[in-house]
């Protein structure tokens, strides 16, 4: 005599928030953190108010301790999450890759060959993520634990932050920033956004080894 096939569970409402651990809402403050100076910049562009940069700059600080938090608390809690390791570099990317270059951006490097450096950083911050999902299996050690990265990891771009945020309190923003502002043939170019170039070249190098603690 055929039997009934069990009927499928409907799915419960918010299923995959349920599935979230506490460190992922962490991580999740970490985006929002980025994405929250994302906004701020365009507001002060928007306004002229320097308060609304002054909100973008301390965003990222903040973005960055949540990020150095996540992984803390899922190590202290023993629960790991298949969602983790994708939450955090996507997570990375919109705080440490898009913010700083959006703040360069508000700042006045708005040249042709300016947005094309930051266009790199942005992409050499998406690949070295990338690089680091594939190869985390590989570089870990018995325990799990990745020993070293590849290249510099992307929050190091919080340095590039307080470097503009420096020239921001001094009031120097677009061509008053250091070294002003060249003209390369019809384009405009200000060299402080090499240090982009430089952030953006670093994370992608297979030659600089940075041990993780």
């Given at each position: 005599?055929?039997?009934?096939?069990?009927?499928?569970?409907?799915?419960?409402?918010?299923?995959?928030?349920?599935?979230?651990?506490?460190?992922?809402?962490?991580?999740?403050?970490?985006?929002?953190s980025g994405?929250?100076?994302?906004?701020?910049?365009?507001?002060?562009?928007?306004?002229?108010?320097?308060?609304?940069?002054?909100?973008?700059?301390?965003?990222?600080?903040?973005?960055?301790?949540?990020?150095?938090?996540?992984?803390?608390?899922?190590?202290?809690?023993?629960?790991?999450?298949?969602?983790?390791?994708?939450?955090?570099?996507?997570?990375?990317?919109?705080?440490?890759?898009?913010?700083?270059?959006?703040?360069?951006?508000?700042?006045?490097?708005?040249?042709?060959?300016?947005?094309?450096?930051?266009?790199?950083?942005?992409?050499?911050?998406?690949?070295r993520l990338?690089?680091?999902?594939?190869?985390?299996?590989?570089?870990?050690?018995?325990?799990?634990?990745?020993?070293?990265?590849?290249?510099?990891?992307?929050?190091?771009?919080?340095?590039?932050?307080?470097?503009?945020?420096?020239?921001?309190?001094?009031?120097?923003?677009?061509?008053?920033?250091?070294?002003?502002?060249?003209?390369?043939?019809?384009?405009?170019?200000?060299?402080?956004?090499?240090?982009?170039?430089?952030s953006g070249?670093?994370?992608?190098?297979?030659?600089?080894?940075?041990?993780?603690?």
């Open positions: 005599m055929p039997t009934e096939s069990p009927q499928k569970r409907e799915p419960r409402h918010f299923s995959m928030i349920r599935t979230f651990t506490p460190a992922d809402f962490v991580t999740l403050g970490n985006a929002f994405s929250g100076s994302i906004l701020a910049q365009m507001q002060y562009l928007a306004t002229g108010l320097p308060h609304w940069l002054w909100l973008a700059f301390g965003l990222l600080p903040l973005a960055f301790i949540l990020d150095a938090l996540d992984g803390r608390i899922a190590r202290w809690r023993f629960q790991s999450s298949p969602l983790g390791a994708d939450l955090d570099s996507l997570a990375d990317v919109i705080s440490f890759g898009m913010a700083p270059a959006a703040l360069a951006f508000a700042m006045g490097l708005r040249g042709t060959l300016d947005v094309a450096v930051l266009l790199y950083f942005v992409g050499c911050g998406i690949s990338a690089r680091f999902n594939v190869t985390a299996a590989t570089l870990s050690d018995s325990t799990g634990k990745v020993k070293y990265f590849e290249g510099t990891p992307i929050p190091t771009s919080l340095a590039l932050v307080m470097v503009l945020a420096f020239f921001f309190w001094k009031g120097r923003t677009g061509d008053t920033l250091p070294f002003g502002v060249w003209d390369v043939g019809p384009f405009q170019f200000h060299p402080i956004v090499l240090l982009y170039f430089a070249s670093a994370m992608i190098s297979k030659t600089l080894r940075i041990p993780k603690f």
